[in-house]
């Protein structure tokens, strides 16, 4: 069996006859990018050989110059002896990186009182038993509870086995913890002191994970901790991965997406001296496809026309029914779905946004992968999904990556076409995020690096403009000033997927309100929303069409509203419940196979629009 050395970790793993350099990688616990699941369609697994023998197949991905310098595609390469691998940081998927939380202004605006955790805890002063006052340990504290206006109460086996003997050591002064269970509660545990009291949310996402820890008595934030789906490996859509599902992969997925999560809830207890036992809610806000995931059930039949998901609105299990290392009593609740492309992560955005309680009318667009568009008031809500790509999150783009350190979020192009650029944690740039990709097209398009159909003006006179293997590209940074010894640019086919993707997002918010009857002009408040780190610039946002041409002020950047969504669920039972009648009252439009909307589509495939 070859050996197989993967540089600069020096991690080392035997490989089976026909297993692929990916598959090796995998079994090594690293991950690189993948997002076709390693069809050979995606280019973005690539790996540069140091030494040794192996088979690959030819790709249009992996240009003359780089093959020469031993680069493959580690999904297309067999090895045929021992290895030595090097995977470059723009192939790699980094662990937890931090995230910046965007303030949303609207949640604590829409509920000041939010603070009624989905879990709680409740102090109890029990009269003692006596001849007279003869009822059981266990009617004690629902009659209690009761006159505390819980009517729906259950104790489950476990409390009661203890009840005994912690009511009497201690004089039957307890504090007892209530978790929601839908439609009533149950008590999950009692002591004898106040105890803490802790919660998670989390916003499931295809390509990023990211967890927030929640003093529940205090209605406190303590730490937020993110990490890339390593779902990945098997592909990067969820399309991939309900393909990966149906061949017999669902249990790998499911447990995937567990680990992640336990993880990160590991690490975020370790951060801030507290036990996964203290923790006794976990909300998660997931789309679909995920959710499905999370919960180990074969979304296989949402990819199918008529595009039909098992669930829309899961009851909460036991964390620990799933493999969620926290209190073991503790409830894992998912956002409602409202059909197969609109998921909980959409539900939660309304729900943060507040526009789903306000009579002015507005729009939330989140520009995730599959490009979810709500439109509505606190009357009606419609909403779409419009397959806008992977493109603004960085998939299909030579150099994309997430909003993390190192990507390129500002970029000026001068006169001279010389460029400027600032990264996250500015530091030298690795790739660039989709707050880098706008601005890109603004100015390109602004600057004449471009023209208005997005094609590369080869009359200007610059040495960043060149011919490249997929025709022509323009250097954002010079190998010797970024951080993965390469020229970072843009190809032209960079620039088609990205005018693709927001060609989608536009078609599908206009054709939406057609629906309805409404225009642009008749929204007053547009919520953004994604993964956009700390920063989108909404001008240019508009300049390229990828946002109506309307008045600044109407927009408003709301960065992970799928969190913020989660968060609020697990301080308010209310928001719960409202997130519910969201989900119940959204009425979904679906966009796949409309004219209009693929006409619509057409005429916005240049900058700022056709008109
Ligand atoms: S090309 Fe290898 S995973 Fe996509």
Redesign the pocket.
């Known amino acids: 069996m070859p050996k197989i050395t993967f540089l600069p970790d020096r991690r080392q793993v035997l490989v089976e006859e026909n297993e692929t350099l990916?598959e090796a990688i995998h079994k090594a616990g690293l991950y690189?990018?993948?997002?076709?699941?390693?069809?050979?369609?995606?280019?973005?697994?690539?790996v540069a050989v140091k030494s040794g023998r192996y088979k690959t197949k030819p790709?249009r991905?992996i240009s003359q110059e780089e093959a020469s310098q031993g680069y493959v595609?580690?999904?297309?390469t067999h090895p045929e002896s021992d290895m030595e691998v090097e995977i470059p940081l723009e192939s790699r998927i980094e662990g937890v990186y931090a995230v910046e939380d965007v303030a949303l202004k609207s949640e604590l605006r829409m509920y000041p009182e939010i603070c009624s955790p989905i879990s709680r805890e409740i102090q109890l002063n029990l009269p003692p038993p006596s001849l007279e006052d003869n009822i059981s340990d266990t009617d004690r504290i629902l009659r209690e509870l009761k006159r505390e206006g819980y009517e729906e109460v259950k104790v489950g086996l476990d409390v009661t086995r203890k009840l005994a003997d912690v009511l009497r050591e201690n004089e039957f002064q307890v504090t007892a913890t209530l978790g929601w269970e839908g439609n009533g509660f149950r008590v999950m545990r009692v002591e004898g002191t106040k105890s803490r009291n802790f919660g998670v949310a989390v916003d499931v996402g295809t390509t990023t994970l990211v967890a927030q820890l929640v003093n529940m008595s205090r209605c406190q934030v303590l730490g937020t901790k993110a990490t890339y789906n390593k779902q990945a490996r098997y592909?990067e859509d969820v399309i991939t991965r309900m393909i990966h599902a149906e061949k017999g992969g669902l249990d790998e997925l499911h447990q995937t997406v567990v680990k992640d999560i336990n993880d990160l809830i590991s690490a975020l207890c370790d951060e801030n001296g507290i036990s996964p036992e203290e923790i006794t809610a976990v909300v998660c806000a997931g789309n679909t496809t995920m959710t499905h995931l999370l919960l180990r059930v074969n979304p296989k039949y949402i990819r199918k026309e008529p595009y039909i998901p098992t669930f829309t609105f899961p009851s909460p299990v036991h964390a620990g029914e799933i493999g969620i290392k926290v209190h073991k009593e503790a409830m894992l609740y998912c956002l409602p779905s409202v059909a197969s492309f609109v998921g909980g992560d959409i539900t939660a955005g309304v729900l943060a946004s507040g526009m789903a309680k306000e009579e002015r009318l507005s729009m939330l667009i989140d520009m995730g992968t599959n490009g979810e568009i709500v439109f509505g008031n606190s009357e009606f809500l419609v909403c779409c999904s419009c397959s806008a790509g992977p493109a603004f999150e960085g998939g299909g783009i030579e150099f994309g990556m997430r909003a993390s350190r190192g990507a390129i979020q500002r970029v000026e192009v001068m006169p001279d076409f010389e460029v400027k650029v600032s990264t996250v944690g500015e530091v030298k740039a690795r790739g660039i995020c989709g707050s880098g990709m706008i601005d890109c097209l603004a100015e390109f398009l602004k600057s004449g690096v471009i023209n208005k159909a997005g094609k590369f003006n080869e009359d200007i006179k610059t040495d960043r403009l060149r011919k490249g293997s997929e025709g022509l590209e323009f250097v954002l940074v010079w190998a010797d000033e970024s951080a993965v010894d390469r020229d970072i640019l843009l190809t032209q086919p960079d620039i088609d997927n990205l005018i693709r993707s927001k060609a989608a997002v536009y078609a599908g918010a206009k054709v939406l309100l057609d629906k309805v009857g409404f225009d642009f002009q008749t929204v007053e408040r547009f919520y953004v929303a994604g993964g956009f780190g700390s920063y989108l610039n909404i001008e240019k946002a508009i300049e390229i069409g990828l946002l109506p041409d309307l008045p600044k002020d109407r927009f408003e950047y709301i960065g992970n509203s799928s969190l913020a969504g989660a968060r609020l669920c697990l301080l308010s039972e209310e928001a719960f419940r409202e997130a519910m009648e969201i989900a119940g009252k959204m009425t979904y439009i679906e966009l796949s196979v409309d004219n209009a909307f693929y006409e619509q589509f057409i005429s916005e495939l240049f900058l700022p629009h056709t008109d």
Do not use: M, N, Y
């Open positions: 990916l690189i990018h993948s997002i076709c699941g390693g069809e050979g369609t995606c280019g973005r697994c690539k790709s991905f595609l580690a999904c297309q592909g």
